[in-house]
């Protein structure tokens, strides 16, 4: 058992290299605490929301409210979506007005979760995930990592590795706190602030021919990150063992890898010759982190393994349950077609897209279709069943990236943009930008373990909070016969 407490309250927290900041923080700190458990352990997190009530809103769902109540999401992890477990349909609020001017207590709230014995060792994260607050909450550095221990750190070279946790965080600050998400243009003009581990630009030191262990962490809103390390000789080769928390087969070598944001990557960094060197994103002006490789080399230096505990075996295509049932996920957004401050319409449009308000009106314009809606079912997904998605982006503009995320269960990329991965790769978020075409992608998925009411949508999370997701319910394989059924009705009939 770990038991944990997380706080959450307005804190002011200091951020070496930016100054003082006034935010919504776990335990009073960027990043909240990592947690470190096993498979068949058990996660029992009392959060106390000590945030002042939440002020009064007007506008649908569908636009930001409720800043100051969150829930938990423990991104990436198989485990149970229902309950009082990784259930992001859940609200922790604070004190009403009148309980805080009574003197109430802060309310507490408690998550836990069981995690399988043979769940994937790996890196994990978790940050809050209520609909119309995510994205104001993340910016303002509400994430911490979990580590779930297991075979690969057993691995020789592995474990004589240094085990580094690197979270970055991707804050957005004004006047030393996070401005309040009033209007679709809330983050323009605003430049984000990076941090490692709450830092920005820090810097961590090796020697040449050691070896370290790089859990990297995007814990981004709106920015995805293509990391290089880079010194006076060109790109540094890392090696990557794992992506989004499922180990490979062996390490691939890489000068460059690539985060979507919410995704994670576990590397092995051995330089071989003392210097200093920068982990740069492109599109960030300034560096992440600063890497002073110094002292005297180690000899003979460290190794890195030749193979590894694959994390997840892979999927066929041949055990799909119903090669009549893939499904397709299309991000479309619809720019300036309501009134008010956010005029943006943020759609997942597909065959299980959310209804219209009016099938015979203009769809551009329709408040219901292709958006959130909690009362309504997009996909209905049996236990058991393997079936294939294919996701893809109708954005032009390359700079535009809608990453596709799925609760509770993990999927294999086979494919992207049509051409077949050599190998296929687990995830649990996959990145896609625009173009022409917009990228697209194809993967399998199995449906194990857990039933329940939970999540599929788009990790950049200012489009989360306007709509851009959909309801997916885990059902018992009693529940409904075999393959893919439609949504029930929206009366419930």
């Known amino acids: 058992m770990l ?110 979760i069981h995690v399988p014995a043979d769940h994937p060792a790996g890196t994990y994260w978790y ?63 605003i430049p984000s602030t990076f941090t490692v581990n709450g830092t920005v630009n820090p810097t961590i030191t090796l020697r040449p021919g050691e070896v370290q262990r790089w859990r990297l962490v995007a814990a981004t809103a709106f920015a995805a990150l293509r990391l290089t390390i880079t010194g006076s000789k060109g790109a540094m080769t890392v090696h990557q063992i794992a992506q989004d928390g499922v180990t490979f087969g062996a390490p691939v070598a890489r000068e460059s890898v690539e985060l979507a944001m919410g995704n994670r990557a576990d590397l092995l960094i051995r330089p071989a010759a003392p210097g200093r060197y920068e982990l740069r994103a492109e599109a960030v002006p300034g560096p992440l982190m600063t890497i002073e490789v110094t002292g005297p080399a180690v000899e003979p230096p460290m190794g890195l393994p030749a193979v590894l505990p ?60 292709g958006l959130f809606d909690p009362d309504y079912t997009n996909h209905t997904l049996r236990l058991g069943a393997v079936e294939r998605w294919t996701v893809r982006t109708d954005e032009t503009v390359p700079a535009f990236n809608h990453p596709f995320h799925l609760h509770t269960n993990q999927f294999l990329l086979t494919h992207r943009n049509g051409e077949r ?24 998925v199995r449906y194990q373990d857990f039933t329940g009411r939970t999540l599929a949508h788009c990790h950049q999370l200012h489009h989360e909070d306007l ?27």
């Open 310 to 369: 694959p994390g997840r075996p892979f999927l066929d295509a041949s055990e799909i349950t119903d090669p009549h049932a893939d499904r397709e996920v299309v991000f479309h957004a619809d720019p300036k077609v309501f009134a008010g401050d956010f005029p943006n319409a943020f759609r997942m449009l597909g065959p299980d897209a959310t209804p219209p308000a009016d099938p015979a009106g203009d769809l551009t314009r329709d408040p219901s279709y």
């Open 127 to 189: 940050h809050p995930h209520l609909h119309g607050a995510t994205a104001e909450q993340i910016v303002g550095g509400m994430a911490g990592v979990i580590v779930v221990e297991g075979d690969v750190d057993e691995v020789p070279e592995i474990r004589a590795a240094a085990d580094v946790v690197l979270c970055v965080n991707e804050l957005k600050l004004k006047d030393g706190q996070v401005p309040a998400f009033t209007s679709g243009g809330w983050m323009t003009g």
């Open 421 to 444: 991965l050599h190998p296929p790769v687990w995830h649990d978020t996959v990145g896609l930008t625009g173009g022409t075409p917009g990228q697209s992608v194809t993967f399998l």
């Open 467 to 493: 709509g851009m997701m959909q309801t997916v319910d885990y059902v018992a394989d009693r529940d409904h016969g075999a393959g893919r059924h439609a949504p029930p009705p929206r009366d419930g009939s």
């Open 3 to 112: 038991d944990q407490t997380l706080d959450v309250r307005f804190t002011r927290v200091s951020v070496p290299g930016y100054g003082p900041v006034t935010t919504r923080a776990y335990n009073g700190a960027i990043p909240g605490p990592t947690l470190r458990l096993r498979g068949g352990d058990t996660l029992r997190l009392t959060q106390v929301n000590a945030l002042p009530p939440n002020p009064p809103h007007q506008g649908g769902h569908n636009t930001p409210h409720h800043p100051n109540s969150f829930n938990l999401h423990t991104h990436g992890m198989h485990v149970s979506p229902s309950g009082d477990a990784d259930n992001v349909l859940r609200e922790f609020a604070p004190r009403t007005a009148a309980e805080a001017a009574a003197g109430a207590a802060e309310p507490r709230y408690t998550t836990t």
